[in-house]
């Protein structure tokens, strides 16, 4: 009786760790075929050579969590972190597309529209760049203006990464 009883306990061990396998075959197969899928585009367009890239895969992956927890979640906090998230997603996407112009600008975006950029061919054929179409006071209140969309970036650049230092391990159960 002892050893039929241990027979049977290694039997259904044997079965349940092979099931176990055969199941996790399948759902590591059908969780990695539908990553492929949804990541494929994001991939496509990815290149080595700057930080646009790498902050256009950063968001779209905090997108996701973000989907996930709202989804799934299972802490209490879910709704909220699914919203920190989503806020920290938008916020790499506006870092990679320096989405900084409406902010800085304001109702001076206007210079833009008035800035030119002008290319006389010289003699010898080489090109001399002018720009013109502003006075000095309003080429002054330009600079200042791009050096205020720098800051922003940074500005939001340094929100981007503290949030995920302080944070990123509050985010899972």
Do not use: C
Not at 90 to 109: C, H, V
């Amino acid at each position: 009786m002892q050893k039929e009883l241990s027979d049977l306990y290694w039997e259904i061990k044997w079965h349940v760790k092979q099931h176990s396998r055969v199941y996790r075959a399948y759902k590591n197969s059908k969780y990695g075929i539908r990553n492929l899928i949804k990541w494929f585009p994001i991939i496509w367009r990815d290149r080595d050579w700057d930080e646009f890239y790498l902050l256009k895969l950063l968001s779209f992956k905090l997108a996701s969590m973000s989907k996930h927890h709202s989804k799934y979640g299972v802490s209490e906090n879910s709704k909220e972190i699914a919203k920190q998230l989503k806020e920290l997603s938008e916020l790499a996407n506006r870092i990679a597309e320096q989405d900084y112009t409406d902010e800085a600008f304001g109702s001076k975006k206007y210079l833009i529209d008035k800035h030119k950029l002008e290319f006389t061919k010289l003699d010898n054929g080489n090109y001399a760049v002018e720009f013109t179409g502003l006075t000095d006071e309003e080429r002054k209140e330009m600079l200042n203006l791009h050096r205020l969309e720098d800051i922003l970036l940074e500005r939001d650049i340094e929100k981007l990464f503290t949030v995920m230092k302080n944070d990123i391990r509050m985010w899972w159960d």
